[in-house]
């Protein structure tokens, strides 16, 4: 395998970084995405950098960065574009909305009602988009970073449950270390780090290393593992709903862009262990009444999960 | 299939177990009038009864009309003695058989018409003993199996086509429901479809035969092993005639021709090796004689005296064949055999006459098979002799007997001068003495056999009869069957003064190699002759190899045109010839081992052989020693040599029920330890889920050893990366062991590159693994 | 999956013992080979018969597949499927018996019903599928379980059996009824008289398209983005949805020696709340709120969603009433929690002591007048006209 494409990760991986302070694990996992070609959902409270890392991601590659800060009037024809009448040609001409760019930072996605949330999710999913019947390819590579804030119910859509899973990853980005705070206080005294960011990749360069990923040699014993763990989701009694198939597809892929990352071709148990908890708890719903479904709760069932499931050797 | 055709299958195998349970008995009463009402019954209960519904017995009235037929046939069998009572039984079973068939049927109408026809079969047991009995026997299995498979079908599946729907009380809201609202709220479930199958009528035959197949096993086993303690068989009661052997003491020429070709079997006979005790075939064509005669009068043979029969002798000479033979009930009480015989062991139901020349059964056994085993000098490399020894000379009158010929009565001339001149010329002609009896004797049956003057015929001849019938057949009509020409010969002979007598019996046999015994038939019946030979006309050479010669002996001679040899020989080949012959040794088997199984047969027969051939086989697998030979035989010659042994030995029937009740032991060992097993719960057997085709590397397992010695365990749940990293951090904690902390993680790397990157270790990594390894194993199993 | 295997004697198999044992006693008595012959053979099929069982049983395996949710008196239809995993040997009259348990109280452990499904013949490597079906009164938990697969096969003389703990539960919905086409007027019209008004902002309510703009409509409402692509003003359109929001007081009560009819009010009040939710989460998004006062009180709120419609129902399922004669304070309290945008239903399986709910809400600081309160009593007819089981 090229080892000049698994040095660009490791530059990716410190050019983000220079701006994303203390956050090298979600970092990584943003990462494991891209690889994954598949997309991330980042949930904490404002302001503890969830814009930024997608930010810098994005401009880490050289590809077209669209923003799209999700409001409560958002129409979905403000992401995919639409059809507008032209008055000189008499004709209606589609416009493409934000949502034709490699990378698409989807800001608060869960102010938005659930109309125009499922607009971008089909677009997520099908990696088209259909307007009046005609269907539009998405570029490639094509990933999506999400961010919500889950402390706000008033005037929120949350996700329905059937739709997270769209999502590779949920991951929670947390308050930084002191000593990182510091640094990122220091960082920002003459002006905003992120500007002064290089991209170090491009697009076809991405697309290249998503084809590596697939190329990761996977022992039985950890698919096994892997389904050990999925089986035990569905046979949980907290739970009420398990990981599906798509789930236990989606940790192997991940597992697989993890080990890539790592400078391996071949998956070994920590990657999957390592990934359990973001790629799974968002896939599982909780027994009891509370909806939307405490995400730290599903967490500390799914790693209790992990750690119950024996490893292979 | 749908549940009506079920039935319809079922009825048809019902009918044929009845039928069939009629025939056996008719067998026994040789008579079909029962199977003929039974088949009669059937019919029209199939069509009145179960087709169109016209006619259906109720249950009361059927109990009334069963209770009548069961008075009136007591009553009637009450005069009748043990036989006929069981036939009225037997038939009273029949009837309330048709009592059921006019009654609509449930599944235990089938069961009790099922017994019924069981319990006659039980009757037809006690009556019928031939082996027919068995084959039908085996049709009733297959039956009876079937329709047993039937009717748990049908019923099975009557029960599930509609199922009344259950109400249940208490599933109500709560515990003080009251009924209005349980019954309102009763809940109904129901198990809905009936599945059918497509091959449902090849899959029950299938099964009806494996079953039977199966059953036949556990048949043979049971039935040979269970105890026997009678020495005599007790005799069943016979239906069966008595055979004719078709010539009596008294023998008169002209009248054999009646049984000439009849087939009926008289006895059968196996020679066996007095040491080995293996069967083998004569190279001649036995003769067995059953009397002799010596007196001839207007064209009858007879005896001269009757002696009192006397125990057989049982002083043992050598070299002695053993001679088996079972007899079939004959109308007469001689036996035929090789003769000189003696006993073996003492037998009651064998007498010898005074003379030592008939071997006859005792009045009461006249009417049975009779098996018996005696021993005979008479047969010497397995070729019989033509001299028998006499034990004593004969002298006077015994010794005149064998010279008598027809005297002439006044007014009459002498019955046979032609039969003189003929026979002395033919003396004449080759210059020989009539002096020299053995030389004369010889002559004398030359010229009758072989030389062309006279031919055999079985069929009647016009005779002259005017003529003595012998002194006709010699001089004008050559033309006759073995009466002819023995009692020709004796005449002749004894016209120039040598003594002989005419041997009554039966010569050859069907050789029936799979049993190798002779079947012995009516049409085999044969006469001959014996010269009697005085001290000094005997030919020395002939008993050599005896101790004490005999003083007088026997000379037997055959003057018949061997005719029948050809007939045979054409008969011997042939499809239906051998299944002929596997017939009859099927009944040779049925009568010994099935009908006439004993204490002492089975001990012998069956007992014995399995107690050895277990040992043997056990000695066979253990023995080192049989296990090289078995090596050199494969070796040597691999294809010959079992050719050779599997020849000798392909059959044989002991051998098979050894080998059938050896594999039954062992599947029941088999059984046992799945069993034992199972109850264990197998710990040992379940498979491992991970590691089962790659094995957990070496380095691996070291470095958790080592780890282990200092008290580091891995967690199930803990990956062997993090483990490596724990126990570093364990290490690294330690002062005295801090250097060794990086190593773990080192070694899980490469361990996870042979183990999940499927790579091999080049040698310096492998050399730096060892190291590791050894550093590690070093450092820690040091005591501290 | 435990397994557990029997063998028991038919009682034609008893008979058909009696019959062989005799033969062979008859026969070895007397020394009747021909007798001891018949015996032996009848032995056959009887040993037969005791090997194929465990050979037939072996190696198959048996499910149940229940539906994932029933309602009370709704047909059930439950699938079992026998798998004979044998490479050549076909098994025969299979039967498998399932028990169906609904889960009582200590006092009332729920009767047992045994259901039978039957298989003629399954080929080798073959699964074959039989359904039961049957309607379950009552709502609540039912267990299913032990599966008993047995078979007498070959000649029904012996049945073997083999006990598989294969246990499910299934929660059976309370019945679900049908409301008349004006209900929800009912709920609007409060007996108290006082229809208050919505105080919620614009952007409350659900988002729900654009028009063209006419006089009259509000500035605020003009789509600004859309109308400088269009070059004309266009107005957001917003879905009423207060009308469907609604919170059910419900006050399931029976006293402790109940009636025939008492104990039918409750079971209809549970089935009137079952279909009021039922209604509701037709169309996402509505809130409900549902406070009953029971022998366990239960208290939820909710965006209607078909998960939340699950877990209402769910609840519902176990539900039990209470026996406190007085009116539960509870409820009243439940109404200070209620936006007050809310249309409060108070179900209840008595009259309404409207004066006790009247204190209870006010030791909330709550006043009843201000609130869109409608009372049914289900021991009346007050819910005939609108409603039916």
Redesign the interface.
Known sequence: MATELQNLVAELESNIGQVVLGKAEVVRLCVVALLSGDHVLLEDVPGVGKTLIGKALAKSISAAFCRIQFTADLLPSDITGGNVFNPQTGQFVYTRGPIFGHIILADEINRTPPRTQSALLEAMSDGQVTVDGQTYPLPEPFMVIATQNPFEFEGTYPLPESQLDRFLLRIAVGYPDRDDELQVLASHRVGEPIEKLQPVLDGPQIVALQHAVRQVAMDDSINAYLLDIVDATRRCEELRVGVSTRGALCLYRASQALALMENRDYVIPDDVKRLAVPVLSHRVIAKGYLQGSHRQMLETVISRLVDEVPVPR | ?HSRQFEHLLRVMIAVTIVLATMLLGIGDRTATLTIVSLCALAVSAYVTDITGRFRLSQSAANWVALGIVAATAAGASQLERHGQMVAVANLQSYLQYVLLFQPKTPRTY?QLA?LS?GQ??IA??L??GPM??GM?LLY?FAG?AS??L???D???A??VARPA?V???????????Q??AA??????????????R??GW?LLQ?ATL?CA???????A??FL?????IQ??Q?ASGEALRSVGFAKKVTLGELGEVVNNADVVMRIQFLRSHSGRPFQLLNEPLLRGTVVTHYENGAWTQTSATSPEPLPDEEKSPFVRQHIWAEPLDVAELFCVFPMFALQRDSRLRVDANGDELVRQEDYRSQHVEFEIATTGIIEEKQRHFLPCEAPLKGRAKAALLQMPVAHPGQTDPFPGLREVAARALREANLDPGDHLAAARKLNEYLHGSGHYFYSLEPQSRDTALDPLEDFVTTHRLGHCEYFAGALVMMLRSQGIPARMAIGFKGGEWNPLGMYYQVQQLHAHTWVEVYLDAEHLPREEFASEDTPPEAAWMVLDPTEGVQEKAQAAQQNGLLARAWQYIDYGHVLWTNY?????AKRQRQGIYEPLAQGVGAAIENLVSPRVWQDRFRVVANSPVGTFWEWYRDHWFSWRGGLVAAGFSLVLAALYLAGRWAAGALGRPGFRRT???D??P?LEM?RRLEAALNQQGLKRQ???????FALAAGGDLAEKIELRRLAPLPRRIVEAF??V????RTLDNLEADAVEHALAELEHALARPR | MPRQRRIRICREGVYYILVVVAVLAGGTARQLNLLMLLGSMLAGPLLFSFIYGRLALRRIEVGRKLPSQTRADQRLVVDVRVTNFRRWLTIWTIQVEDVVQREGTFEDPGEKLAVSVFYSAIAARETKQVSYDGRLPQRGRYRFGPLRVSTRFPLGLVRHSLLLEQNEELIVHPKIGRLANDWAQVVRESPTGSQSMSRRGLLEADFYGLRDWRPGDSRRSIHWRTSARRGSFVVRQFEQRRSQDLALLVDLWQPPEATDEQLENVETAISFVATVIDEACRQSGRYLVLEMAAHEPLCRAGTASPLFFREQMDALSFIMPHHEPQFPPSLGHAVALVPPSLPILLISTRPIDYEALREAAAERDVQLTDRSLRGVNVAGDDLAPYFQV
Request: proline share 5%.
């Open positions: 299939m069961w017994l069981l079969v039980a047991s006690t019928v003993p009995f068995g026997l299995l199996t047993f498979l009717l748990l079908l019923s099975e599946a029960r599930f259950r249940l009380s208490s599933w109500a809201a709560s515990k003080s429901t009251s209005r609202l309102h709220r009763a809940p109904v479930l129901f198990g809905r479809s009936m599945p059918n199958s091959t449902l899959g099964q079953i199966s059953s036949l096993l556990v048949t043979s049971l039935f269970l105890p026997r303690w009678n068989n007790r069943v099935v009908v006439g199984l004993n889920r991970y590691g085709g790659r957990v691996y199930p749940s803990q990956t062997a990366y993090e996870y590159r183990r999940f990157g499927g």
